[in-house]
């Protein structure tokens, strides 16, 4: 039984292990097992990131909303996810780490199978906010109990097998989304996740127990949780509904923008004069931390945005089933993985700012390439960029979380990480609507620009009607073949504006001074 404490005002603690329940610390296949079961819960939780990506149109389809509206699976969760983060800490020391972690198992499994239930948009969107708050806490808990059982000198390769599972899930989530969509139906893509969930919660209390944290009495900054939650939905919600209501020429975008602003703007004052504030954003004062995350935001914006997108693309206009869009997408983990253990060996001996500057400039490169992709293009045409852009994932995120941690003091750390992850989930949140948006916008002007060049003569539906077409067939294939043209210049367009996004990217992390310490990473998540 964990003891109860009370602690003074200030920074929340770490989480630290209750005195007595290390008499019998796991050994051999029992530590093997614990380390594979917090493996598995942090691999459902970034899964469940992707894996929704190539089943939107399914998912859309089947539910009788719009693709557009589909995105809102992904936001959803997302947004949710992010707004849990910064409450782990404070969750962990009040109720205790291990408690904390099976309950958010449990309760992301159980999330999990409701999404497969519902049967409308709305009602999938609101279960998907569930399962993203139950699953905030899992990647930061999972590798704080692997790095509390595994003894010090097997530390390296546990944070290495976390570390992997973090890669290895967003690649796996497209192939597996799509698979499940094509061969059964889109709410396996959800329930898979229940029997992991279950056996996880039920094995990880059994086992983990004996590891329980110390609970301690901290005051929770219920204002400051209050306002970030309403900043940030008014926000989500403003990006999402404002293509469906033409902007600002509805009082309802209009009104949710006033909202996202004053909050924001009540939440930046109340945080930075709060003793103990959800968000510390004290620590922006540091310069290498303020060029970190201006630099992921940048960078990562970009990557999730056009991730989101090739789906989208390759479904609705490439003829492609959401299996092979999600093989198809899938192609930069390969190379992010086999990659990875090396840079993290580079980033301990060389600037992490070189490295950061390399990996965004490669994938700023390869989605430059991307810009010119045409509606003939085979697979390969396809892939051979996205698999290649590979590389400069770890080269980008590894060591840009330790350049980012070593620019704060110490004790500020688990802040740190903290804020840092929830503003890049915020930032891939945040640009899948935009692109959503301005792919939409941008389909739109391009196909009226073409509509006005093609066929002034009228020769393409004599050509076609020649043919044995009628003229309706004929005008409805020309149509059709502006539309797809249409599309794939938005679709360059959308590229073009991430490699923009990569070169400022490449820029921001100039701003930060040489680091002058290595970073415990073991904090981030």
Known sequence: M???????????????????????????????????????????????TTIANVSVSTIAGSLGASTSQGTYVITSYA??????????????????????????????????????????????????????????????????????????EKAPAAVGLWAMTTLVAPIAGPILGGVLCDQYSWPYI?????????????????????????????????????????????????LDEGKEKDWFESTEIVLLAIVAVVFFVAF???????????????????????????????????????????????????GYTATWSGCVSALTGILAVMTAPV?????????????????????????????FNTTDMSMFQIGWPLFLQGVGLPLFFVPLTGLALASVNEEETASAAGL????????????TSIVNTSWENDTTYFRAELSGLVDKMGDAVNTITASGLSADQATASLSQTVQNQAVMLATN?????????????????????????????????
Request: proline share 5%; aromatic share 10%.
């Open 2 to 48: 964990s003891s109860t404490v009370s602690a003074d005002a200030g920074v929340p603690p770490a989480p630290q292990p209750a005195p007595g329940l290390f008499e019998a610390p796991l050994t051999g296949g029992q530590l093997v097992g614990a380390g594979i079961l917090l493996a598995a819960a942090n691999f459902i939780a970034v899964l469940d």
């Open 79 to 152: 947004v949710a996810e992010a707004i849990t983060v910064p409450l782990t800490g404070w969750l962990a020391n009040r109720f205790g780490t291990v408690r904390v972690f099976i309950l958010s198992m449990i309760m992301f499994g159980l999330f999990s199978a409701l999404c497969g239930f519902a049967n409308s948009l709305g009602m999938l969107i609101a279960f998907r906010v569930l399962q993203g708050l139950a699953g905030g806490p899992l990647m930061p808990l999972s590798q704080t109990l692997l790095l509390r059982i595994f003894p010090k």
């Open 190 to 238: 959800f329930w898979i996740n229940v029997p992991v969930a279950l056996v996880c919660g039920y094995l990880g209390w059994r086992m983990l127990k004996r590891y329980e944290s110390t609970m301690v009495k901290l005051p929770i900054d219920r204002i400051g949780l209050i306002l970030m939650v309403i900043w940030v939905a008014a926000l989500q919600l403003m």
């Open 268 to 318: 930046l004052i109340w945080e930075l004069t709060e003793k103990n504030p959800i968000v510390d954003l004290r620590v922006f004062r540091h310069r290498g931390f303020t060029a970190s995350v201006t630099t992921i935001c940048l960078a990562f914006g970009a990557f999730f945005g056009s991730v989101v997108l090739t789906p989208l693309w390759l479904q609705g206009y490439m």
């Open 343 to 371: 840079v993290a060996k580079m980033s301990t001996t060389i600037d992490a700012r070189k490295l950061v500057c390399i990996g965004v400039v490669w994938l700023g490169l390869m989605t430059f390439i991307r810009a």
């Open 420 to 431: 840092m992850s929830f503003c890049r989930t915020m930032a891939g949140a945040i640009a």
């Open 493 to 525: 367009h959308i590229f073009m504006m991430a490699a923009i996004s990569f070169s400022l990217a490449a820029m921001a992390v100039w701003l930060a001074p040489k680091p002058t310490r290595v970073a415990d990473t073991s904090a981030a998540h």
